[in-house]
């Protein structure tokens, strides 16, 4: 199991100050300072909140296609709709300047 690391539940991006959200259901386990009985309703909800049509984007991949997303602050969830073909994918990451609270 991975140590236990403390992250803020709000963010700002370095070069914006735009707020986002820095929970996900994969990674997030409860709210600093709260019981892991009362930390799910509020992530629950900050999950549902998050992933509301108006905050998504669905690519329809092609053959050539490209998507660029800020890690920042984009949360990125793939869904293996692929079956039967092959999908190579190249990542890079850029070094950044540190996430603001």
């Known amino acids: 199991m991975p140590p236990a690391v403390l992250h803020p539940v ?7 100050g ?3 959200l820095f929970v996900n259901p994969v990674f997030t386990t409860r ?3 709260w019981t ?6 509020l992530l629950k909800y900050l999950y549902e909140f998050a992933t509301q049509p108006a905050f998504c984007c669905r690519l ?6 490209s998507a660029f997303w ?17 999908r190579l ?4 990451t850029l070094k ?3 996430l603001l609270a």
Do not use: F
């Open 31 to 33: 709210i600093d300072g």
């Open 60 to 65: 329809q991949w092609q053959p050539g296609s």
């Open 36 to 41: 892991e009985a009362e930390s799910p309703p």
């Open 96 to 98: 950044g300047t540190p």
């Open 10 to 16: 709000v963010i700002r991006h370095p070069e914006t």
């Open 70 to 86: 800020d890690n920042r602050i984009t949360q990125h969830l793939a869904i293996n709709d692929y079956d039967g073909h092959r």
């Open 89 to 92: 994918m190249h990542r890079i």
């Open 18 to 20: 735009c707020k986002a």
